[in-house]
């Protein structure tokens, strides 16, 4: 038996209210932070992470890295990254150990969410698993894809004959078929899901636990299936889910491959993705980035801690580039913030709204983005959300 | 410290020079400096030269420029500061000089910004100038790291977006008379408000266009100045400020410390006031830029650099024509090629002789701002006088 003390939730503000889409600056790993840091909230923190998705960025190695630091948990845990769905999710869950920070994050429809294990709150229990082949959709190596097409063969040979052949009573939500399934398999009402893949199967546990519903969950992905009890407890949820509307209209701009320096990318990577700035001894003043001082005697100061930075501030100036970049999406707005009571500014793009919408004196929060691709390699850092980001209307179009 | 003059003058055009390359460039805008020297010059005169350019167009700089000119046999010396690059060489150069080392040196500036495809320019650029790590991939191009500014300064001070489209109505009128200008063309305050955006609040108009170029002057020490003019320009004040680098480190981005302190070099060493300034090229990469260097500079009060355009005091006309050449707005920008450009200009200026003439014109200012907002240099001249 598993227990959960609380369960995140993220979903990208852009798409349809049933099918969200990534930005152009989110993957399954910022995806999974979000999610990850609303589990977390409040929480003592996790002492281990595993991540299952069939979307994994850095496929030979350097997600782990990327998912600690954002999270802003310790190097030394341990992290497994696990291809799956929705089964996969629930085996994760049920057979995680407490503190356990259990995140799944799918691209198409995106979305993400994340589970923490806890010595109390909301019990689970493994009850059914079917492992069966149906293979509609593959992906090979170079990724691929190929799709069977034929959706009552995998309705009725894949979900149908797999719960048959499971047995057990019926359950209260299914992840990882659509909503007409579901309805058709549950009884009551199952929870509305935003997602196909592993997230769906915490989607929902958070609408399970949110409306005190007990029962069996079932995650299912192509003709293997995955249930679990869910029963009686207190469990926090926690969900990061913005109203959806269109994704911007831009232009990408052709060009040639943005360089990067993998040399700066490592120097910089642990002050930059955990978003934390230097504090020499004797010093109240920060530098971020952090850096080598010289002082008045011309002694060199190099041993320097690194201290959090505050994650909301104030747009001090900004600006929206609508010129085309080679490489880049145009339009994108680039915000100067001043991070509150630190005395330290950023220079970061914006997230989360229409570019050229942020004016001077706006607040927000500063989230994690993968802000470049460059020369393949996904380059991660810190943008400016700006708090309640309903507005639409471009301003400087007017 | 001897007393240090410019004694020739001479640049290309500025233009999209596809045709010719940095080693067509630079002897053409040595031999019209070299033509310009009243009394005639020979080369042999040459003891030393500094050689402001920031790309590294078909091979290392002071070998480029020395190989180009047939000057292998003096000692070279590149300059590299960024959009400040022109006026640092005069700098150097007159330091060269006015501490007795040498008597005559070769100052010329010059850069080949349309060598690479359009498509590739701006990373390459923007690799000199950013932080790998922390700014560039953000795709901080040139205009943003100005428009940075700018958005602040319009939203402290009374100046509108209307107030940069006047710059830019001024400059391209400016340049219509300038032979050597990109941009000979008059725009209305309309065209440049209903331009497309760039990068906001800069529209098309607000920004230089690309250019390659090469400038060149002749510096002279007073004991020798005699053998070539008897116009000698004299070099009255040089100054070289800087500031912190990346945007986040500025706490008052209304202004650019650099100017202010290489302001306060040159006129100090010049023992001038801005009052006494009667022509300027000043840096306007953006409109925006130079009504905060107006400020920087000491022509305006701190956010009143708008009632001068309004009035039209830095008009050709006006009580301080700036940038009569049509500055970097309208004339171009090649980078190492700028200031030594607006020391060209300003030459022709206070000797009576430029394109697009300020009547009087006697003491005369040259100003940078770049990399992108963290150095300045400026430097001020003298006519020879009636």
């Known amino acids: 038996m598993t227990q959960v003390s609380s369960v995140g939730t993220y979903l990208p503000c852009w798409g349809s209210p049933a099918r969200r889409q990534v930005g152009d600056d989110e993957d399954v790993l910022t995806l999974a932070v979000e999610a990850g840091r609303a589990a977390l909230e409040g929480a003592a923190g996790a002492e281990r992470v595993i991540l299952i998705s069939r979307e994994l960025p850095l496929l030979e190695g350097g997600n782990s890295a990327v998912l600690l630091a954002g999270l802003g948990l310790d190097p030394e845990l341990e992290v497994s990254e696990r291809l799956g769905g929705a089964p996969a999710a629930l085996d994760a869950l049920s057979s995680a150990r407490p503190r356990t920070l259990v995140i799944g994050a799918d691209l198409e429809p995106a979305g993400a969410a994340a589970v923490l294990t806890s010595g109390e709150g909301l019990s689970v229990r493994a009850a059914t698993r079917l492992t069966r082949s149906l293979p509609v959709r593959t992906r090979d190596a170079s990724g691929a894809v190929h799709d069977y097409g034929d959706p009552r063969l995998l309705r009725e040979r894949g979900l149908l004959a797999s719960v048959a052949a499971a047995g057990g009573e019926k359950p209260v939500a299914v992840a990882g078929t659509d909503r007409k399934q579901a309805l058709s398999l549950c009884t009551g009402t199952p929870p509305e899901l935003p997602t196909l893949g592993a997230s769906a199967a915490f989607f929902a546990l958070a609408a399970l636990a949110d409306a005190g519903i007990t029962g069996t969950l079932l995650g299912t992905e192509q003709a293997s299936l995955t249930g679990i009890v869910v029963e009686t407890g207190p469990a926090r949820v926690n969900r990061r889910e913005p109203p959806a509307r269109p994704v911007p209209r831009g232009k990408y701009t052709p060009g040639s491959e943005i360089p990067i320096s993998l040399a700066a990318y490592e120097r910089a990577f642990e002050a930059k993705l955990r978003w934390e700035a230097a504090r020499h001894p004797g010093s109240d003043e920060l530098d971020f980035p952090p850096r080598y001082r010289v002082g008045q005697d011309g002694s060199l100061s190099s ?96 | 410290m001897r007393k240090v003059a410019v004694v020739g003058a001479g640049m290309t055009p500025f233009a999209e020079h596809f045709a010719l390359g940095i080693k067509d460039l630079l002897p053409m805008a040595f031999a019209e400096c070299a033509a310009s020297v009243d009394k005639g010059l020979d080369k042999g005169d040459i003891q030393a030269a500094w050689f402001g350019e920031l790309s590294t167009t078909d091979g290392f700089p002071s070998g480029i420029l020395a190989d180009t000119l047939g000057l292998t046999d003096i000692p070279v010396t590149r300059v590299e500061n960024a959009c400040a690059t022109g006026n640092d060489a005069v700098r150097n150069a007159l330091f060269g000089i006015a501490s007795g080392a040498f008597d005559v040196a070769l100052v010329v500036g010059a850069d080949k910004v349309r060598e690479s495809a359009s498509k590739d320019t701006f990373w390459e650029w923007a690799g000199m100038t950013r932080d790998m790590a922390w700014d ?251």
Request: charged residues 20%; contains cysteine; proline residues 7%.
């Open chain 2, 136 to 386: 560039y991939p953000l795709g901080l191009v040139a205009p943003a790291n100005f428009a940075l500014h700018v958005a602040r300064y319009l939203h402290e001070s009374p100046a509108t977006k209307e107030h940069m489209a006047m710059v830019a109505v001024k400059n391209h009128h400016h340049a219509v008379k300038n032979p050597k200008a990109q941009l000979r063309f008059d725009i209305t305050v309309e065209q440049a408000l209903n331009a497309p955006t760039v990068v906001a609040p800069f529209g098309l108009y607000d920004c230089t266009p690309q250019s390659d170029g090469a400038a060149a002057l002749i510096l002279a020490a007073e004991e020798v100045v005699d053998r070539y003019t008897d116009r000698p320009v004299w070099i009255r004040g040089v100054g070289l400020g800087l500031d912190r680098v990346m945007h986040q480190h500025k706490r008052d981005m209304t202004t650019f410390p650099a100017t202010v302190k290489a302001a306060k070099q040159a006129l100090g060493m010049a023992g001038l006031t801005p009052a006494d300034v009667d022509v300027a090229e000043v840096h306007d990469c953006f409109t925006g830029v130079e009504l905060i260097s107006y400020e920087d500079l000491g022509f305006a009060e701190r956010f009143g650099a708008h009632k001068l355009v309004e009035a039209e005091a830095t008009s050709v006309g006006g009580s301080l024509p700036v940038n009569p050449s049509g500055g970097l707005k309208a004339k171009g920008h090649p980078p190492g090629a700028t200031g030594v450009a607006q020391c060209v200009e300003l030459f022709e200026q206070v000797r009576g002789e430029a394109a697009n003439q300020v009547d009087g014109a006697r003491i005369a200012l040259a100003h940078n701002v770049g990399g992108p907002t963290a150095v300045s240099a400026v430097t001020v001249l003298e006519g020879p006088g009636a």
């Open chain 1, 303 to 398: 041993d320097y801690e690194l201290v959090p930075l505050p994650r909301t501030g104030t747009v001090y100036t900004g600006v929206t580039v609508h010129v085309p970049v080679p490489g880049l999406k145009t339009p994108y707005s680039l915000v100067i913030v001043e991070l509150d009571e630190v005395g330290v500014r950023a220079l970061v793009k914006v997230t989360g709204t229409e570019p050229g919408t942020v004016d001077i004196g706006d607040r927000g929060r500063m989230v994690l983005r993968r802000v470049a691709v460059r020369s393949g390699v996904p380059d991660y850092g810190y943008a400016f959300e700006p708090e309640g980001s309903m507005r639409t209307a471009d301003k400087e179009a007017a």
